[in-house]
């Protein structure tokens, strides 16, 4: 068996969950260094609820 | 991060407003060495680093609280206000940036009293664009938080001789965080972490206000298997903590048998032992694996062998008495019935004799399926027979392997047990002691790892049961509009996640492999030893080396002495701050997957004497290795640590050099000059006005 690699991995999501996983990664890198990041669950929430309508 | 200047100002020894240290643009010359005697401010250059960016101190500063130079408070009059400064400029990103952190007291005493008026707690922190328009920053902290973040500082700024603590085996977490803060897999944990909890909770208690009674049954069970996971995750981590420390213990004991004279033949005979004994453990578990997955896969050949045989005679029979091939197939008989007209052009109407002779032919005549079948049985038959005897011969070949390896096993359990015997029988009351705390220990982790073992396979049985139900509760039918839409929701997300924990362990994987080649190509360039570094599965940093057992050669584990311990977390640093590099420069050109997080970065290595603790073979080694260790190298030294050989393996390197001359109050002191490349430059003065203070100069 061919070994994973991160196209593979990508390749088998479906396009909403591309975009979430593009939408989640974008909320977790603004909030990566902040000293009390606030609401990260809810930027999370917001953003699945955005993708999936 | 590159560093552009560092300005101190009545910080700590530092008289007054100080020359700035400008750091060498240079790639060519990319060392700047600071020189300074003991006690003149080497560890305080390397606080003001630590200071202006975070507020705080390294362990090795004495009287943290105190900022401002005592001979400013002398000087200062009862009432006058008095300022500790530092600023770092530094170049991030295309901006440039300037740090200040200012800590303001009153004097309000004849000595060195005084109130604090600002502690320093507020960062100033200026943001000059490429066009030198300056602007403040809103969020200071955050914003150099997101340049370096503090938990990552140590790891490029440190005391040279406490840096080998990285190569303890308590250090293992250290080394996990650093990698994964800095290439990028920290914001895959995160992701993680956020939408399986919260988030999915959430999307639960949503969807259980929609649900099915069935479908609230997963969910509370989904529940309550979180929190039982979340206990034996606890019970894991005391368990990998207890096996850890007694490993550590025994270690400790192998190690100090190894160094007495008397039992250091037999401890390492043991050592060799049981290094083998490790390989004979590992082979028989491989084949074990092996034979699982051959009897998975083929293992049914066993079972319908007779069933095979019994389709092959009946088929045989029939081709024997001639019944396949048939000669008359049903198929044609159909067709003349329906078409109603026979071969030799009668027409064949139902009811008629012609039609009733005819259509008895169908029970006599053969089915092409049958016939088809029968050819493939044969075909399979064939090769059926070829794959059951591979099986049984690769079935045997295995189950010899795990015998020979089990015999081996046997064999060199018996040989440590005599070594063992022996070492126990030794006429010394010390080695006595030690092979009793070795047995008890031994027999400890016997006990912890099955303990281990055992919590370890129940987290992973409830991690399935855990991923199923999460299925489970995904594929449930709908019953409304709004649960259908959750349900979704759900189903993205779990998508998400399992993406997510594939990813981290395909990165973690790869990354620690480049890190392992990184760390061995840094460490073979400096060290003149015949041992090598790896950074272990569950990320230890050790050193390696290759002994002759008999007619093999087993690696073992080097006992680490001051100077391969720091050599060896120094190539660790250099090789992270190396793949970080080279993981922007494939980011900048779009090479790589910046839109995963993974971006790397550029990271200077500032060190307080790093050469303190080596010998000369070492100082040299050190000296010649660090340049390449990052893109930009910040070193403070002694005349003692940094003159003679380190200084001359670093001079082609060397693109900015300071002296920290140090006025002291000693009576009897003598002034010394150092000489560096030919001048001299003022090393300890003494001091005129009885205060003792310091004061920086390029040289």
């Not at chain 2, 060498?24 to 560890?43: D, Q, R, Y």
């Not at chain 2, 001639?322 to 049903?330: F, L, R």
């Not at chain 2, 440590?416 to 705390?437: F, I, M, N, P, Y």
Request: glycine share 6%.
């Amino acid at each position: 068996m061919a070994p994973e690699t991160l196209e593979n991995l990508w390749a088998k999501l479906t396009p909403e969950a591309q975009r979430f996983i593009s939408a989640v990664l974008q909320v977790e890198r603004e909030k990566l260094h902040m000293v009390n990041p606030l609401h990260v669950n809810d930027d999370l929430l917001k953003a699945l609820k955005k993708v999936v309508k | 991060m590159k560093l552009l200047a560092l300005t101190l100002e009545n910080f700590r020894q530092f008289y007054g407003k100080q020359t700035t240290i400008k750091f060498s643009p240079s790639a060519e010359k990319n060392v700047n060495v600071i020189f300074g005697a003991n006690g003149a401010g080497k560890t305080t250059i390397l606080n003001a680093f630590t200071w202006v960016l975070y507020r705080r101190t390294t362990p090795a500063l004495s009287n943290p609280d105190k900022m401002i130079c005592d001979r400013t408070l002398v000087e200062a009059k009862k009432g006058d206000v008095v300022e500790a400064r530092v600023t770092l400029e530094f170049e991030h990103d295309g901006s440039r940036f300037i740090a200040t952190r200012t800590r303001r007291e009153r004097k309000i005493g004849p000595r060195l009293e005084t109130e604090v008026l600002d502690d320093g707690s507020t960062l100033a922190l200026q943001i000059v664009d490429s066009k030198g328009a300056a602007r403040p920053s809103n969020n200071p902290d955050e914003t150099v938080a997101q340049i370096l973040p503090e938990r990552l500082f140590d790891f490029f700024f440190f005391d040279g001789e406490r840096i080998e603590h990285l190569t303890r085996e308590s250090a293992y977490k250290e080394i996990d965080r650093a990698i994964k803060n800095l290439l990028g897999l920290e914001i895959l944990e995160r992701s993680i972490k956020h939408l399986e909890g919260k988030v999915q909770r959430s999307l639960d208690e949503e969807l259980e206000r929609h649900a099915s009674k069935e479908t609230q049954g997963v969910i509370q069970r989904f529940r309550a298997l979180e929190a039982e996971i979340a206990t034996k995750q606890g019970e894991h981590e005391t368990a990998r903590k207890n096996l850890e420390s007694t490993r550590s213990q025994l270690s400790e004991v192998k190690s100090r048998l190894r160094a007495r004279e008397e039992s250091a033949k037999i401890q390492q005979k043991i050592d060799g032992l049981e290094a083998k004994s490790a390989e004979a453990i590992k082979a028989i578990s491989d084949a074990e694996g092996r034979l699982a997955e051959l009897v998975s896969r083929h293992g049914y050949l066993s079972l319908i062998d007779p069933l095979i045989h019994r389709s092959y005679s009946v088929l045989e029979d029939k081709r024997r008495k001639g019944e396949i091939p048939a000669g008359i197939k049903k198929q044609f008989v159909e067709d003349l019935l329906s078409r109603g007209i026979c071969i030799c052009g009668a027409p064949l109407k139902s009811g008629t004799d012609g039609h009733k002779q005819v259509a008895a032919w169908k029970a006599r005549a053969g089915s092409s399926e049958v016939e088809i079948a029968a050819t493939t049985v044969g075909v399979q038959f064939k090769a059926f027979v070829e794959i059951r005897k591979n099986f049984y011969s690769s079935l045997d070949g295995l189950m010899k392997e795990k015998q020979d390896n089990e015999l081996i096993k046997k064999t060199l359990e018996e040989q440590l047990s005599q070594a063992k015997g022996t070492l126990d029988r030794k006429d010394s009351e010390a080695v006595h002691a030690l092979v009793e705390k070795r047995n008890a220990l031994e027999e400890s982790m016997e006990s912890l790892i099955r303990a281990e073992a055992t919590v370890k396979r129940d987290l992973e049985r409830m991690e399935i049961e855990k991923h199923d139900l999460a299925k489970l509760k995904a594929e449930a039918e709908a019953k409304s509009a709004e649960e259908a839409i959750v349900r979704k929701r759900i189903g993205v997300l779990l998508q998400a996640i399992d993406f997510f924990r594939a990813l981290l362990s395909l990165r973690s994987s790869e990354i620690r492999k480049e890190l392992d080649a990184g760390i061995k190509k840094v460490y073979q360039e400096i060290s003149y030893k015949d041992y090598w570094p790896q950074i272990t599965e569950d990320y230890k940093l050790v050193l390696r080396r290759g002994i002759k057992s008999g007619s093999e050669e087993v690696e073992l584990d080097v006992e680490k002495g001051t100077g391969e311990a720091q050599i060896l977390s120094l190539s660790f640093i250099g090789s992270i701050v190396s793949y970080a590099r080279d993981l922007l420069k494939k980011s900048q050109k779009g090479t790589q997957h910046s839109d995963l997080g993974f971006t790397g970065g550029i990271y200077p290595i500032v060190m307080d004497s790093p050469f303190g603790a080596l010998d000369e073979n070492y100082r040299q080694a050190v000296a010649s290795g660090i340049p390449m260790l990052a893109d930009q190298i910040v070193t403070m030294v002694s005349k003692g640590q940094g003159l003679g050989i380190v200084l001359d393996n670093l001079k082609p390197r060397v693109g900015k050099k300071y002296v920290i001359v140090y006025y002291t109050t000693k009576k009897d002191a003598k002034a010394e000059k150092i000489n560096l490349f030919g001048k001299e430059f003022p090393y300890i003065q003494i001091s005129k006005d009885g205060t003792e203070w310091a004061q920086i100069m390029e040289a």
